[in-house]
């Protein structure tokens, strides 16, 4: 298979295998794993005949454009869908008095059309079905909605006197957490940093906006959806109409991105349905507009950060305390886990980490790709940057001192900790040594010129609950079946090779099938826990046919298995790790940045495809540098809404912003972690890039940007 350019594999340089003893995993031979293989649903996505959620050939649909709240706080005194209801071509127009019962109300968030409470500005509060598109949107500004407005809250700020500690924080990590006395160690430390960093609100922008296609056909309920985990829409819609979950079909086989915000079902999922069970027989369309996506698709919360860092002269930490202040919505709690890798990046006695939440009158945060690493990680990969400038250390040097024999808060032997590893291979790769140690030493024409690094972490995630089916078919070819997700990662490929492994068999005489609850259970394509756990269910059920139906099968011999018990063991801390070095370019007159140069070296395990490894991690680097530059959502606290909703406004990096960009990993196999030897890959890409970024702008200027993003008005006040 041919190597994409630009590809470096880490074959040629330090092969690495840890010699696992008995590794849980009792490790697949690689035969298709490893190939370069091109997307297998690359040519139908070029040619448009990969069908998107929107794009679903059904007959007659209907169209749905919701009305949205245009307080942040009330009550709905009175809704005239009077004038909406004569445009020609509206079919209904429904409202929390006339749209079918829900029968749960336990996620407040898709407790849509049941009640009078405006709980954010944004919140949908009627949809129009229509004929057309065009007749559904004209219909749904002439709704009329009275309110009862109430003061809203929606200012974030560290001072707030009604902070609270939630009980735990996503993914269900501890709050807070402390060993030693980290206060006391920090009051007599020789070497210190204090400093407070803030990160913006952020949202998710893939290319494909959330959109579902509901078809209600009693007693069946079929969405065409886009999203990161079939089997979690179904069961969450179900229990939210009332619904047997056999009630309800999702199918989902392609996706165009979703980062997190097609993690979980939102508001117009449950928002189609209802528009369904009004018009039986007839498909509703549902695509949120951009705009909308800023409302109801959830997004990274806002943190603001005060970062300790104790140290002995020679940069030995003694003392590390992070304090993190972000926010929630009022009506369901969502805690970013930002002080999370704190626990585990570096050596010192004592630590304290510890989460506060604001609840105020918003949409709900949710998962944003590595939510917690990513915020948290620039905060704690800039402080110790900070420390290396105070310690006269290189920040390189800082960090490989610093280094934990053991995971600091468990205490658990290392699974495959090889973050040294990264940061001296990226130190060579990149030219680290003629780096000049003081600031604002290089410039060219203007450009003031330096370099950043900062580390990446992201935890090894298998979900359990996953199972796959294989089928032996006649035509010689073996037929997997899971429904898991492809948001365009590349899982069809990926899963396609794995599987091949798993059977011995050509990759030819593998047929996938995923993205579909008619397939067996599959658990969501979040974690970066996708084709760990999918995977290993895959590898399950093929050892399951070859033991009983042996190297040569009849037709019809068939097998099925679940991602095995071991997948859970936790004797070992399995977390993935990473390097980032950032060069910039910051005009001197105007405060511009230009990103010349990004390397990212990782550690994840085998990777299993390099093509689409590579486009996993530049991917998740490119978000990172877009979040370092340009990425903010700003709040008009006077509404309560996001301002620049849209791309004008709302700026991600382009293809202008991004330069030279290289990722490249260690060749090693985990056989701790899977048994195909990877860990997952598709967050670490984004974890420490902005921290890098800011650590460069440093270089290159002498000035610590510790507010994201860094745009010129803060280079220049
Ligand atoms: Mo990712 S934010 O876990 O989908």
Redesign the pocket.
Known sequence: MNQPSGTILEGDSRPRRDEAQEGPSNLLEPHAMGMSLARMDGAAKIMGTAPYAFEHRLKTPAYLHPVQSTIARGRIRNIDTRAAESVAGVIAVITHETASRLASDENKELWVLQSDEVHFRGQFVAAVIADTLEAARHAADLVRVDYHTMQHDVTLRAERGDLYAPKAVNAGYPTDTEQGDAEAAFATAEVKVDSIYTTPMEHNSPMEPHTTVALWEAPTLTLFDST?SVHSVRSTVAKTLGLEVAQVRVVSPYVGG??????EPHAHNVLTALAALRVPGRPVKFALTRQQMFCVAGYRTPTIQRFRLGATRDGRLTSIIHDVVELTSRFREFAEQTAVPTRLMYASANRRTRHRLAALDLPKPS?????GETPGMFAGEVAMDELAVACGLDPVELRVRNEPERDPESGKPWGNRHLVECLREGARRFGWSRRDPKPRQRSEAGWLIGSGVASSTYPRYVLMGSRATIRFGSDGRYVVRIGAADLGTGTWTTLTQIAADALGCPIEAVKLEIGDTELPNAT??????GISSWGWAIVAAARELRRRHGARPSPGAEASAETPKEAGDETYAQHSFGAQFVEVRVNAETGEVRLSRMLGVFSAGRIINPRLARSQFIGGMTMGLSMALHEEAVVDERFGHVINHDFAGYHIAAHADVASLDAIWLDEVDERSTPMGSRGI??IGIVGAAAAVANAVYHATGKRIRDLPITPDKLLS
């Open positions: 990161q979703g980062f997190g915000s097609k993690g998962w944003m790709r590595a939510p969501v394509a979040g974690g970066s826990s598709g967050e």
